[in-house]
């Protein structure tokens, strides 16, 4: 049961690159969350899905896309790279909003 | 909109030192609170939850949080800490929707 896994671990960016940070999980969770984690700042929602089909913001959307086509993948996309998204990105699941939320090991991404 | 404020930033204690953390919300109606723990390199972990029931609720590693009504408080204590409790420790609340929001964090440093 391999849980939450995120691709890629790091990725350097250079500005108005785009690219896409992969999030998928194997216990049927209908809940999959993006959050970025910056220095003194905690954690920020991006965006989050209840179900397959179904997406909606978060605190912090602006420069992302997301889908969620499938009950397992949950993608988050950098359409044009900035360097304020620098950051730590971490996808996590639940299977409910009552349940603790189950974290990927996150990705580091630099955009310079 | 719910929202979170831990307002100790950083917290320096000696071992055997008592330890309190303070959480504060915004949302008037029904909350489900979270406390998770994230520990240098890792992902975060849940720390101890409060639904419904006991406002005093127990977790892992002699952890414990009050949850209070009247003061939209949920804060983290333990009586006596130790060394391998350094770690950011974050504060979330979930106000009846399905955004899981967190607080800034607070960082602990525990000294032998």
């Known amino acids: 049961n391999a849980g939450v896994t995120q691709t890629p671990k790091f990725r350097i ?23 970025r984690q910056d220095p003194g700042m905690g954690l920020k929602l991006i965006y989050y899905s209840v179900g397959a089909g179904i997406t909606d913001k978060g605190e912090v959307p602006n420069g992302y896309n997301v889908s969620r086509s499938t009950t397992e993948d949950f993608p988050l996309r950098l359409e044009l790279a900035a360097p304020s998204q620098t950051s730590v990105y971490f996808c996590a699941s639940s299977p409910t909003t009552d349940s603790p939320l189950h974290f990927g090991n996150g990705t580091r991404l630099t955009v310079t | 909109a719910q929202s979170v404020s831990q307002h100790n930033h ?8 008592s330890l309190e953390l303070g959480c504060n919300y915004s949302y008037g109606g029904t909350v489900n609170l979270f406390w998770y723990v994230q520990y240098p390199g890792q992902h975060l972990q849940l720390l101890l939850k409060y639904f419904s029931g006991d406002p ?4 892992i ?18 009586p006596s ?9 974050f504060c ?3 106000g009846n929707t399905d955004k899981l929001i ?4 607070t960082r602990l440093q525990v000294f032998p």
């Open chain 1, 13 to 35: 960016l250079k500005i108005g690159q785009s690219m896409t940070l992969q999030c998928t999980q194997d216990m049927n969770h209908n809940y999959m969350y993006w959050y």
């Open chain 2, 10 to 17: 950083h917290v320096i204690l000696s071992e055997a030192a």
């Open chain 2, 56 to 59: 005093l609720v127990k977790g």
């Open chain 2, 61 to 78: 590693k002699g952890f414990e949080a009050e949850f209070i009504k009247s003061k939209f408080s949920f804060n983290l204590r333990k």
């Open chain 2, 81 to 89: 800490v130790q060394w391998s409790d350094t770690a950011e420790y």
């Open chain 2, 92 to 94: 979330a609340v979930n």
């Open chain 2, 102 to 105: 967190f607080g800034t964090g």
